[in-house]
């Protein structure tokens, strides 16, 4: 079975600290995605890879960045978290040649900004 | 931008009666199209795909495509209180990247 796992299931965190999520999956995939999730807007794209040291902003990249320096990891960044980023961050990951949206996500990290 | 367009619900229906998910999308170059199941607290799982007009069928559910009217939707068979979810469509876009956009989602409930 595919394993995409997040590093942290629940962080709390201040206004103005750098926050670091960290996704790692097991099964070889290309191309790796981090998306939120809020109450009411659904999954929101906020960055993808499709190889190492590549990326691509999604629909909402504000105020986030990404590094990927290895295949297997994918980790989000919050240089300066503010509270409108309290949300529920999921990472997902698939085959690049495969069924693009055959998306095999982690059990997601659920962030908190005071 | 590409949307894809779902009613929140939530839509609630007795146990063992069909339950029907409907989805729109925009982008009329889309060619896949996914159904992923979320229970409350956890990630979302893939369940059915369908890439041609006409209905796939999987045990209980059935997913049906009708791309002339940019339509999918998901039936739930028999439904059991184990499908209360959120039931999130998904449409990979075309033209270039094929990220997969995803509805904002409807809330299935199946009361005994």
């Known amino acids: 079975d595919v394993k995409v796992t997040q590093s942290s299931r629940y962080l709390v965190k201040r206004t103005g600290e750098k926050v670091f999520l960290e996704c790692v999956q097991d099964?070889?995939?290309?191309?790796m995605f981090w998306y939120r999730q809020d109450p009411g807007l659904g999954l929101r794209l906020i960055y993808f890879?499709?190889?190492?040291?590549?990326?691509e902003k999604g629909d909402i990249p504000e105020g986030y960045s990404v590094s990927r320096e290895k295949k297997e990891r994918f980790s989000l960044i919050l240089e300066s978290a503010s509270t409108n980023q309290t949300s529920m961050y999921l990472c997902?990951?698939?085959?690049?040649?495969?069924?693009?949206?055959?998306?095999?996500f982690g059990e997601g990290s659920r962030l908190t900004v005071l | 931008q590409k949307e894809v367009e779902q009613n929140s619900g939530p839509l609630s229906v007795p146990e063992g009666a069909i339950a029907s998910l409907n989805c729109t999308y925009s982008?009329?170059?889309?060619?896949?199209f996914f159904w992923y199941r979320q229970y409350s607290g956890k990630s979302p799982e893939l369940i059915m795909s369908?890439?041609?007009?006409g209905d796939k069928e999987d045990g209980r559910f059935t997913a049906q495509l009708n791309k002339a009217s940019q339509y999918v939707s998901l039936l739930i068979r028999d439904s059991q209180p184990s499908d209360s979810a959120t039931y999130l469509c998904?449409?990979?876009?075309?033209?270039?990247?094929?990220?997969?956009?995803f509805g904002r989602g409807t809330s299935l409930i199946v009361h005994p």
């Open positions: 998904a449409v990979p876009t075309s033209g270039g990247s094929y990220i997969p956009t």
């Open positions: 982008d009329r170059g889309s060619q896949s």
């Open positions: 099964m070889d995939h290309e191309n």
């Open positions: 369908i890439y041609s007009n």
């Open positions: 890879s499709y190889d190492v040291k590549m990326k």
């Open positions: 997902a990951s698939s085959f690049r040649g495969g069924i693009t949206g055959e998306l095999f």
